[in-house]
């Protein structure tokens, strides 16, 4: 394996480049052996026997099932203080077209997102907080399962996640391929909007084309819906409220049968946002919308809204300290600041409703132009020192040792 081209200061990197050769290698095996939400059992396993060649102190397995925490004391514990570090472990339900000598040997399944990498990366953080023990109180490395609409954070939160193992704050970063290699984007507010999921079922009355007359078309009525349900962001939010509907698929009738009208239309799509006013203004709308419309043709309409993942929002003085630490590392000029939120959703945000926290991105540039989700994406490894050096600054000036008497 060649040398990592990526450069950055302080003693954590310096020591995690010295065995980025082995997370390199994890990195790959994990990327080669992809897993779905809540079935990641080959990734727990290599992640827990990792952590005990590690040294932490304690490995605790089966969390929301496949979820694994483990544990790391400071030199001192006499500030009380306890801080997470988490890291998604699940791949996509897609077939890896990438040639890579490590692409994925389990057909129809890809790490497209990265999460690979984000487990090697907290993984080296652990071997490295373990082995210096720089800090006082103690490290909390949770590896979560089911980020992909599995929820799987929320599902380690209601298994007592916090209860067991009370963090002050906590922390997540997700490699960026828009960002420059060794660069680091964050905000002090909304990372990622929610997302909702839209299903609307329109009754009408089916019959013969040639007929229409006799019927109530139940797809004439979905075309107006879909029409209108583009004026609620238009005509409904204020522009400088963020938010996206997007019913993205239709269901009505049968490809092969020409001249008959169906019974019965679904639509399903996306609902977008940052604001829970915004959020609800739009259920509503919605509502009202799809009901009138229907109605005004006869037919009868049926909102079904699912609150799939809240807004991943960070709360401002971890965000602040976050931005300080990756300063540390890479430099002022290497750490966006004020990065621009996306509409994309992430299950990190049911862990920034129960703690503080704040929610990264790690640059890693779009190696030959492929973006996350897409079936030629991989991780880039040159960053995995610099991430594994950002989670073990974090716990090293969050929990800082008292200073020693001159």
Same mark, same amino acid.
């Given at each position: 394996m060649r @040398?990592?081209?990526l450069q950055a200061g302080g003693r954590a990197f310096a020591r995690i480049a010295q065995f980025h050769p082995e997370l390199t290698a994890l990195r790959r095996e994990l990327h080669a052996h992809p897993e779905l939400g809540f079935e990641e059992y080959y990734t727990a396993a290599r992640v827990a026997e990792a952590l005990r060649l590690a040294g932490v102190d304690e490995v605790h397995t089966g969390i929301a099932?496949?979820? *694994?925490?483990g544990v790391v004391r400071g030199r001192s514990q006499a500030s009380g203080r306890m801080l997470g570090l988490r890291a998604d472990m699940d791949a996509l339900p897609m077939t890896e077209q990438g040639e890579c000598a490590w692409r994925s040997l389990r057909s129809g399944l890809m790490h497209g997102c990265g999460h690979d990498g984000h487990t090697a990366m907290l993984v080296g953080a652990a071997r490295y907080l373990a082995e210096t023990r720089r800090f006082d109180g103690t490290a909390v490395l949770i590896f979560q399962p089911g980020e992909e609409g599995h929820a799987g954070a929320r599902a380690m939160v209601q298994d007592g996640l916090f209860q067991r193992f009370p963090v002050d704050a906590v922390y997540a970063m997700h490699n960026w391929p828009a960002l420059p290699p060794g660069t680091v984007g964050l905000n002090?507010?909304? =990372? =990622? @909007? @929610? @997302?909702?999921?839209?299903?609307?079922?329109?009754a009408g009355r089916g019959g013969h084309g040639a007929h229409p007359y006799q019927t109530v078309d139940p797809v004439l009525v979905a075309a107006h819906i879909i029409?209108?349900?583009?004026?609620? *962001?238009?005509?409904?939010?204020r522009p400088i409220d963020a938010a996206v509907v997007s019913l993205c698929a239709m269901q009505a009738g049968d490809l092969s049968a020409m001249s008959v009208v169906p019974g019965e239309a679904t639509l399903v799509g996306t609902v977008r946002t940052f604001d829970p006013a915004v959020q609800g203004l739009i259920e509503r709308r919605l509502a009202e919308l799809c009901g009138a419309i229907a109605q005004g043709f006869g037919a009868r309409a049926e909102v079904r809204f699912e609150r799939i993942y809240p807004a991943t929002i960070n709360s401002a003085a971890e965000a602040r300290f976050a931005g300080d630490v990756a300063e540390g590392l890479v430099g002022a000029d290497r750490v966006v600041r004020d990065l621009e939120p996306s509409m994309g959703a992430e299950d990190f945000s049911f862990m920034l409703q129960a703690r503080p926290g704040a929610y990264l991105r790690l640059g890693q540039g779009a190696s030959g132009g492929h973006h996350l989700h897409n079936s030629r994406y991989d991780f880039n490894d040159d960053i995995l020192p610099l991430g594994a050096a950002l989670h073990a600054s974090l716990v090293e000036q969050g929990m800082p040792l008292p200073a020693e008497p001159a």
């Open positions: @040398a990592p081209t099932g496949t979820g *694994v925490v002090s507010g909304p =990372m =990622m @909007a @929610a @997302a909702d999921r839209v299903t609307i079922t329109v029409t209108a349900a583009q004026s609620i *962001v238009s005509r409904n939010t």
